[in-house]
């Protein structure tokens, strides 16, 4: 599975965001997809995943009510809507999936990548 994440950009604090990550090789209709970003000098960190043997995502304390999930098995892609965004928010957002129903906030459980979009929200 090759993932492509875009999306990514510039925008001033209140404002929103919606991230895209399309994948290519493989359907994703049975992959849990999420997203994870990384802040300079930080680690990883889990943003959202959604299974796909359970529709109800899970969510980040940090990112609760601000951000959405979303996947289109059609399309075979996973957006990441960001509403509210604060400078808190500005990292490398990555897009991931692992071959399970379950959903992981784990970053070595994901076994495929995108390359990462810079997300920066101006104060």
């Known amino acids: 599975v090759q993932l492509q994440a875009s999306g990514g950009g510039l925008v001033q604090a209140g404002g929103s965001l919606r991230l895209s990550c399309a994948a290519s090789?493989?359907?994703?209709?049975?992959?849990?997809l999420a997203w994870f970003r990384q802040a300079p000098g930080k680690e990883r960190e889990f943003v959202t995943a959604?299974?796909?043997?359970?529709?109800?995502?899970t969510y980040a304390e940090s990112v609760q009510g601000r951000f959405t999930i979303s996947r289109d098995n059609a399309k075979n892609t996973v957006h990441l809507q960001m509403n509210s965004l604060k400078p808190e928010d500005t990292a490398v957002y990555y897009c991931a999936a692992r071959a399970s129903g379950w959903i992981s906030k784990t970053r070595y459980e994901y076994g495929y990548w995108g390359q990462g979009t810079l997300v920066t929200v101006s104060s």
């Open positions: 090789g493989r359907t994703l209709s049975t992959y849990t």
């Open positions: 959604m299974s796909w043997t359970d529709s109800r995502p």
